[in-house]
């Protein structure tokens, strides 16, 4: 059979597809059920061999530009149909999200790391000042002091919402740069991870000791919980790429990466809304003049918050095995 009779007889199947795609001008995809939508991939598929056989046996334009029409409004229709939806995103970031970081062994490793080290750190810098000068250098220790040596809270509301830009930008680096080391093969993350948990430690348990310890935990308390579980978040979520390129699960390299990352890539995006929320709280409520007790009220909330997500939610959305 020639190529054009045989191309002739599937016009009744590029006028399906035609119906389709003026049906879904008003509706989405998924809005016509399973079986519909299934039909309309394997005619959209089946339309674009039938250019690529036009093309080559360079049938009459008008049919080759009758398909390029019609590929490219069912592109368009099967493509609009993953726009933005609100109600997946919900899905995604309070159900899905939550069950699998429930049971993410790379969020269990950076949590045990991160706080492990954290606490050696604060305690050891407690108790000897040539521990936290070795973990932040001498000039960084003083700088530390000097920081928190003068009285600076009741910002003007100008310079408040300037520091909150601010804080955004220099925690997302922190955020980015977690992640970025991550993917060395997932030992980077856990080298950043240790790193930022040393020098955090490190500066709480020093400055506990020194005079200005009052100014210093009335600017960190209030937003610790929301940056310090972003920057666990972020390593994990970049340890779980790192770590997909080694342990493939029997994929390829590449497949096993792809897997990994439509799971990171949520993850991700959570620890970039806790580092946003806690540079809203870093801008406006650490430095302002209201008492220690509202601000450890704004970190109990924050914690209660961060354990409602990672346990409650992770738990009732539970069923599915631990995530490697």
């Not at 080759?64 to 069912?74: F, M």
């Not at 991160?114 to 606490?119: D, K, S, V």
Request: charged share 15%.
């Amino acid at each position: 059979m020639k190529v054009a009779e045989l191309l002739e007889k599937r016009r009744d199947q590029w006028r399906e597809l035609e119906l389709l795609c003026a049906q879904l001008e008003g509706r989405r995809l998924r809005k016509l059920g399973a079986p519909v939508a299934a039909r309309f991939a394997s005619l959209y598929r089946a339309a674009c061999a039938d250019l690529a056989l036009a093309d080559a046996y360079q049938l009459p334009p008008n049919t080759i530009n009758y398909l390029h029409q019609l590929i490219g409004r069912a592109h368009n229709q099967l493509y609009r149909s993953q726009s933005f939806q609100l109600s997946a995103w919900w899905q995604e970031l309070f159900v899905e999200l939550p069950r699998r970081l429930y049971r993410d062994n790379c969020l269990r490793i950076a949590f045990l790391v991160f706080w492990g080290f954290f606490i050696t750190a604060m305690v050891m810098a407690y108790t000897s000042e040539e521990f936290a000068v070795q973990a932040l250098s001498k000039a960084g220790v003083h700088g530390l002091e000097e920081m928190y040596s003068e009285n600076q809270w009741g910002r003007s509301g100008n310079l408040s919402a300037g520091m909150v830009g601010f804080y955004v930008q220099h925690n997302t680096s922190i955020g980015l740069q977690c992640f970025a080391w991550g993917l060395l093969l997932g030992v980077g993350g856990l080298l950043v991870v240790v790193s930022n948990a040393v020098q955090l430690g490190a500066a709480f348990g020093h400055m506990a000791t020194t005079d200005q310890r009052e100014m210093f935990f009335q600017f960190v308390t209030a937003h610790a919980p929301f940056e310090l579980t972003a920057i666990v978040v972020s390593a994990a979520a970049g340890m779980r790429l790192g770590f997909a390129f080694i342990d493939t699960d029997g994929y390829s390299r590449i497949d096993s990466v792809r897997r990994a990352a439509r799971q990171a890539m949520p993850t991700m995006a959570l620890g970039m809304v806790l580092f946003g929320l806690a540079a809203l709280i870093e801008g406006i409520i650490s430095p302002s003049a209201i008492p220690y007790w509202a601000k450890a009220s704004v970190a109990f909330v924050s914690s209660a918050l961060l354990a409602f997500y990672f346990v409650i939610l992770g738990q009732a959305a539970g069923g599915a095995d631990g995530t490697r």
